[in-house]
C-alpha cells in the first residue's frame, strides 16, 4: 500500500489498496489520528469501499462490535474511545433532510463523524473536514484520495506518510 | 370474558400503520398508509419526506382503524407503539402520539422492539409450537431468533454489515430494475439462470455462528457488473439477478436451517419483507419439510411493516406486565436484545 503526496491548493494524498483488509488498515491509521470532533467525509460508487474505510475508523476507536450498513437507519451511533456518527446519506435527495435530521450538531459535536454519500449534497463541502474519495481501479484495487480541509486535517494526512511530513516543496508542484 | 383491545402503531419507516387487536389474536382493523410510490421517484425512503408524511397521515389513520374496528377510545385497553429500531424522525411521530393517547386515556403504553413485531405477525395467523426459530429479513434487518415461548426471544444472530433487502435494493440499482429492489430483482430473476454466475456464499457461510454478512456478496455482484460492462461484454440482467438472488436464498436457507437443528426447534417462522420472495419460501420449506420442521410465514400484508403486528407483541408485553413510562422516546440502533 503506497502512500504519496500531492499539493493542489488542499493539502492531500492519495493511497492504492488492493483488498478490502488493506482499505480498512487505511481506515484504521487514519481513524488512530483523529480527534473528538473530526468529520470524514466519504465518497464513491456502489461498493467502493465506503464502509470498509469507515470500519477500520470504528476500529481505532475501540469499537470491536459489528459496523453495520447505516443505510436503512440514515445514522448509527456507536460507542467507542468518543462516539462514532455513522452516517449514510444514500437516500437522501433534499438538502433540507439534514437540517430536519439535525446533523450539524453531530459534526460540531464530541464524538467522530463519518458521513457516506457526503457529495450528494454541496452544503457539506465547506465544513473542515477530511474528505475521502474512493475510485474502483479493478475488482481489489481502489485509489483513495485524502484531501484536508483545515490544518488539524493536514496532520491526519502528513501521518500517512512514511516521513510523517507533508509540505508543499516536496509535493512537486 | 372480556375481549383486550390494544391499538397497535407503526412508523419506524415508510409505513405509517395502525391497527386494532383483540386478545393479542384477532385483528378487528389493520390500516396502512403507504408511501411507497412517493419513495419510487426517487429510488428509495427519503426520511425527512417520510416523517413529515407521518405527522400528516397518523391522526387519519388511527381514526380509520378505530372505525373499522367499530370502537373508540375508551373501549381500548391499552396502546402499543414501536419505538426501534427504525429512522428517529419517523419513530418519533409515532412514539409521541402514543404517549399522547395514551396519557389522555389513563391507559398503559406499551414500547414494542420493531424485530419482535415482525416475530409477532405469525401469532395473529398461526398456532406456533415452541421452541420455535424466526427468520426475520426486511430492508433494514436480517436477525434470527431462538424462541423459548410466545413473548421470548433470544437473539441468535444479525447481519454485520448489509440487511438482506438493502442488498436487493442495491443490487436492483445497479441493474437498473427500480425500486423497491425486491420484487424488481425476483421479476427479473424469473426470466434468468441461477447458474450463470457463481456469486460468493462461503464467507456469509463460514465460522458456524448464526450472523450474516451480505456486503461481500454485494461487492462480488457489482464487480461482475462492472467487468462486464468495461469489457463491452453483454450483461443478462436476468441472469445477474436470478444468480444474485440464488445466493441470498441459499445463505437465508442455509443459517436458518442450521439454527433449527442447533435448538431442535420444531417450527420455524419467517416474516419481514423478504418473506415474501417465493423462492426463499420454497427453498426453505422444502430443507425444513426434509427434517420434518414446519415452516409458517404470515399472509404478505402482515410479512410488511404494519400495526397490526404491533399491537399483538404489545399484547405479550401487556401480560408481563411490561409497561413503559411517559419518558419512553424514540430509539433508532434498537437491538433486539437491548430490551
Redesign the interface.
Known sequence: MGVLPIFNGKWMVVARTCS?EQTEALGRAVGERLFPGAVLLLEGA??AGK??FARGVARALGISG????P???????LEGRWPFYHFDL?????E??LL??GMEEYLDGEGVCAVEWADKFSALSTVPSLSIRIV?VD?HCREIMLAAEGLEYKNVCAALLPKGELTGASAGD | MSTMLILGLETS?DETAAAVVADGREILSNVVASQATVHQK?G??????A?RRHLETINAVIDQALAEAGIGFADLAAFAVTYG?????ALLIGVSTAKTLAYAAGKPLLAVNHVDAHVAANYLEHEVTFPAVCLVAS???TSLLYLRRRGEAELLG??????AG?AFD?IA??LQLGYPGGPAVEREAVRGNPEAYLFPRAKALQDGNF?FSF?GL??SV??TV??LRQHGEPLSTADVAASFQAAVVDILVEKTALAADKTAAQTVLLSGGVAANTLLRRRLAEVLSAADRLLLCPRPELCTDNAAMVACAGYDLYRQKVFAGLDLNAS??LDIFQQ
Open positions: 478490502e456502489l461498493g464502509s470498509v459489528p459496523v453495520r450498513s443505510t436503512f437507519t440514515i445514522l448509527n451511533v444514500y437516500r437522501l435527495d433534499d433540507t433532510a430536519e435530521l474502483r475488482e | 419507516c426517487y428509495g425512503v427519503v426520511p425527512e419526506i416523517s429500531p427504525g429512522l428517529v424522525g430492508g433494514g434487518h444479525a447481519t454485520r454489515d448489509d440487511a438493502e442495491k440499482r445497479i450472523d456486503s454485494k461487492s457489482i464487480n462492472h467487468n433508532p440502533g
